[in-house]
């Protein structure tokens, strides 16, 4: 069933048209044979982008697997591993490990004097995310040599040495600039990398989440964030992701595709969500408030945040693992979590969104893994997106092998009869 041809007859001009079916998908521009015939897909609900063997997702058996590799598989592997895994397609022997937990110590070691004051310019009660974003423009403006259109020209595509240098370099600046970002927060001492730590270990670090008599990361908590990596690794073509790809078309560096990345991220549809449905429960208070919420929901009042998934119409694979991890934090102790379960216990028996195939998605509960790790949910979109950082980077090193494309989507003009501002219309 996933090979074949569509017939399709034009009732304008009674032509018919075959064109062929590959991996159960047409190609688009086949259809501009049918006198110019577009297809028409606002928010690409139904458009496939790229060809990857990155992440298979079955929506409707509720399966997830990273180059082959369940969550389980991956639950207690090291960053470095995860990373290894999806930037090559396997995960790595002891040596290969080493050389690239080496590699990444060594370059969050090396940071400019640029990225420091670029952070410390804000006011400390900035919002994390703009003095990240300040940082990699900054790690960016560093190196110009390293600016295709600066240098005049491509760097990266099909450039083995090149990809995997920045690669590396585009993780490492990650780590750091969080870590500048939330200590600046914070009014605490940034400690930079050591060379003979792993790259979550110096995170923590980096970021000051550490016991303050012995400068070290609590270790369950630690490794609860590795184990939330083994699930956040990629999920397809996500607004991010895609965001990245778009921007990197142009064959532009990868640090700035992260700058991209981060921008459409901070929205509250995407990685802003959990932090806007964390707040929206800190104003529900109580589970006895929730019932209103439902409501305002369906009268289409107000936003459901952590609820619906594209991908999935059977319940989020994500999700049991989270429970899990909540369950050794002792997430319980929070409050706010009984309101995030009933919200979820009213809405699944609730025919509105039963009708819509409308169930819980990671974010609902993923929010409070974060809490319950100790971070604020400011710093919530910073994290989930340290999470993905493998799979992004896997999706923009496979991008450097393939044919450029620079994206460029059309449009269709709509005549709405309003007359254009006229030249003395003032803003």
Request: charged share 20%.
């Amino acid at each position: 069933m996933d090979s074949g041809h569509l017939d399709i007859r034009d009732s304008r001009t009674s032509q018919t048209y075959s064109i062929p079916i590959c991996d159960n998908a047409v190609e688009a521009t086949e259809f501009k044979q049918i006198n110019g015939l577009k297809v028409y897909d606002a928010g690409l609900a139904n458009t496939a982008v790229v060809r990857s063997g990155l992440t298979y997702i079955d929506g409707k058996k509720g399966i997830l697997l990273f180059r082959g590799h369940s969550i389980e598989e991956l639950w207690d592997r090291d960053f470095e591993e995860i990373l290894h895994l999806t930037l090559w397609s396997r995960l790595p022997n002891a040596e290969e490990k080493e050389k690239l937990r080496l590699a990444l110590a060594r370059e969050m070691a090396a940071v400019p004097e640029a990225v420091i004051v670029a952070v410390y310019a804000f006011p400390p009660s900035c919002p994390p995310v703009p003095m990240v974003l300040a940082a990699l423009a900054a790690y960016v403006a560093d190196k110009p040599e390293k600016i295709p259109a600066f240098m005049g020209g491509n760097i990266y595509h099909r450039n083995d040495n090149e990809i995997d240098l920045a690669v590396i370099r585009t993780v490492a600046a990650w780590a750091v600039s969080i870590g500048l970002a939330l200590c600046h927060r914070k009014g605490c001492r940034f400690t930079p990398a050591s060379p003979n730590r792993k790259y979550f270990d110096n995170l923590f670090r980096m970021m000051g989440h550490v016991d303050p008599q012995t400068n070290e990361p609590d270790p369950t908590k630690l490794q609860c964030f590795g184990r939330f990596g083994a699930l956040s690794v990629d999920h397809g073509m996500t607004n991010s992701t895609f965001v990245l790809l778009s921007a990197c078309s142009t064959l532009a560096d990868p640090i700035s595709g992260m700058i991209a990345a981060l921008s459409a991220g901070y929205g509250p549809l995407h990685f802003g969500a959990p932090e806007s449905a964390y707040k929206a429960m800190q104003k529900l208070e109580k589970p006895e408030n929730v019932p209103s919420l439902i409501e305002k929901v369906k009268r289409g009042e107000q936003r459901l945040f952590g609820y619906g998934h594209r991908s999935y119409q059977v319940p989020d694979p994500r999700i049991k693992p989270i429970l899990q991890l909540l369950d050794t934090l002792n997430a319980n102790e929070n409050p706010l979590l009984a309101v995030a379960q009933e919200i979820d216990r009213l809405a699944s028996q609730d025919e509105y969104f039963k009708k819509r195939g409308i169930q819980a998605n990671a974010d609902l509960y993923g929010v409070f893994f974060y809490i319950a790790e100790g971070f604020t949910s400011e710093q919530i979109p910073l994290l989930m997106l340290t999470h993905r950082l493998p799979g992004i980077m896997a999706h923009w090193r496979d991008a450097m092998y393939r044919p450029v494309k620079v994206v460029r989507p059309t449009h269709i003009y709509e005549n709405t009869g309003t007359p254009a501002p006229s030249s003395s219309s003032k803003l």
